[in-house]
């Protein structure tokens, strides 16, 4: 069994460089001893920072004979389509045999990019690389805090489902013992083994997994990572941080004033992580004034980082295309709703603050600005508690914050739901209560599993609901790659209301299916609005936030590429100029003048 680390953090603290310098670190120290680094962030860097392309399966990596190292980004399409050419015909049976779903209605979704596919596939490549028995040790590159801690929690949702897909194979046999006739056979072999897999891999998490918490001087970074850890702590069983490892680190005397401001903040960090994680190894990164790229340069960084050495560095100069590095004026919103995006630690929070405390100033119309990140900090922006329901920040009642807490609005939608069900199914005919009191069964058995993608599904309905309100609306959104799944949502629900509008209306003698046909009916016609709206520009702006540096240069150059495939972007152009585009980009840069020179 190999050991497992796990590198957990915001976005943009350096998850990526700490792993990948770790997993050449251990490569290097010990050469016949396997090495696999893997990233599950569906915005993944890997590549940019080992300067060698990646496919969607482990690349071995040139370190000569120092040893043994392998690189894997997952390519989360691929790796579930895999899985559901192995095991689609089995679900579709075990769905066709269990619900009031057919085999017909539920194959076309199956093809399609399903949300909570990058944590789904996620864990079926670190099964699959745990299952190959090739690697000593397993490197994991995860995505920032929001979505790693939705990973952590996969397995037990997971088993949860598998609850409902046991009773929901026995569907057969309960009605035949009520009605007569003959249950199907079938055997849930399939399901035993999917158990037994999902339960060796959250044993192997809880057990043999070494958690590394990234994080840097900075307040947010800091903060976002004691709620994220205390999150950890809540989980069965819990998880620890094994090891801190502090980045972009300023020591000794310093001859700026930024630079000493930067370096009492790494003293003040110190303590605080020693206080709040005791005995916990807790490893020094210095500030090296730029990206960390290449073999070579994570060996040498490794060195430094894990081995105490002095740090002995020269980072070149790097050249950022197309970046304006100062924001003259900052634009007030004219569209009703505005989305800010772009890779984890650019400051998508602030620049969302900023862009609705502008429109607040100048347009005098009510602001809501709304995170829809699973791990949001508009608290930490405006110094007061921000929680789930609006409320005004900054002493203005006109201008309201609120931080979407996903599970919350689920559990309660859960609750609300069961009690409809049991409302609606207990008033139906005595001939068909038998029937549905199974039903009753199987549906809450569904609802107690908490479907992954549930933070974008939930995202898009608080979109709709905020665009009720008069007045302009600002998204503070997760970092890309889930950013991008929040976007493809719409489009999604679209095709699952098509589903079960055909299927609510093969059952509408029943009062329930009614009902529910009419609010199915309801929600289609409110999201296809807004996939609409997301295609105006004349009533929705996408905001790109990046730092003038090479890696978030990267990854927004390539997430530009797919908002113009969603048709949310139409060119890309300098600067900020709201009216040309729905596609703007706003800069955030952050320097001293060691960076300067």
Known sequence: MPELSFFIGKGGVGKTTA??????????????????LLSTDPAHSLSDVLQLPLGGKATKIPLG???????????????????????????????????????????????????????????????????????????????????????FGLPEHFLHFLDFLSLAISRDRVLAQHFG?????????????????????????????????????????????????ATLGTYSPPL???????????????????????????????TLLKQEFPGTDLHLGEDVGGPILGVRGLKSFANHLFSGRRLNLKIPVPKVRDVVLKVAKWPALDV??????????????TMAAGLGFNTRQKRRLPVEICSVDPAPSLDDIFGKDVGDRLEPVLGDPKFRASEMDSMSVFKTWVAEVKEKIDQAMSSETSGVHIDLSFERELISALLDSVPPGVDEVLAV??????????????????????ALDLLRMPDRILAWTRVLLKTLAEHRKLNLARDAGVKVAELAHRVRELASLLTDSERARIYTVMLAEPLPDRETERL??????????????????????????????????????
């Open 336 to 349: 009703p709703l505005s989305l800010v995006l772009g890779k984890g630690g650019v400051g998508k929070t």
């Open 19 to 36: 792993s990948a310098a770790y997993a050449v670190h251990n490569a290097s120290q010990f050469p016949t001893k396997p090495v696999l």
């Open 560 to 597: 530009v590429t797919d908002l113009r495939s969603l048709n949310l972007a139409t060119r890309n152009h300098r600067g900020i100029a709201p009216a040309l585009s729905r596609y703007d980009s706003l800069y955030s840069a952050e320097f001293s003048k060691r960076d300067q020179r």
């Open 65 to 151: 004979a120092a040893g043994k190292l392998y690189a894997w980004q997952v390519n989360a399409g691929k790796q579930f389509q895999e899985f559901l050419d192995e095991h689609k015909q089995r679900i579709l049976e075990i769905i066709d045999r269990g619900s009031l779903f057919s085999r017909q209605d539920i194959e076309p979704l199956m093809d399609k990019s399903l949300p909570g596919m990058a944590e789904i596939s996620a864990l079926l490549a670190l099964q699959s690389a745990i299952d190959s028995g090739k690697y000593d040790r397993i490197v994991v590159d995860t995505a920032p805090f929001g979505h790693t801690l939705r990973l």
């Open 461 to 482: 309905f608080r979109i709709i609901h905020l665009l009720s309100h008069r007045g302009r609306v600002v998204i503070d959104m997760a970092p890309t790659g889930h």
């Open 181 to 229: 006739g003959h249950a199907r056979l079938g055997s849930d072999e399939f399901l035993s083994d999917w158990r037994a897999t999902v339960e060796g891999l959250q044993q192997s998490i809880a057990q043999r997994a070494r958690l590394f918490l990234v994080t840097t001087p900075e307040k947010f970074a800091l903060n976002e990572s004691l709620r994220a850890c």
């Open 240 to 270: 620890k941080v094994a090891a801190v490892v502090l980045m972009r680190a300023v020591i000794g005397k310093q001859s700026c004033k930024i630079c000493r401001r930067r370096t009492e903040a790494t003293r003040t960090a110190q």
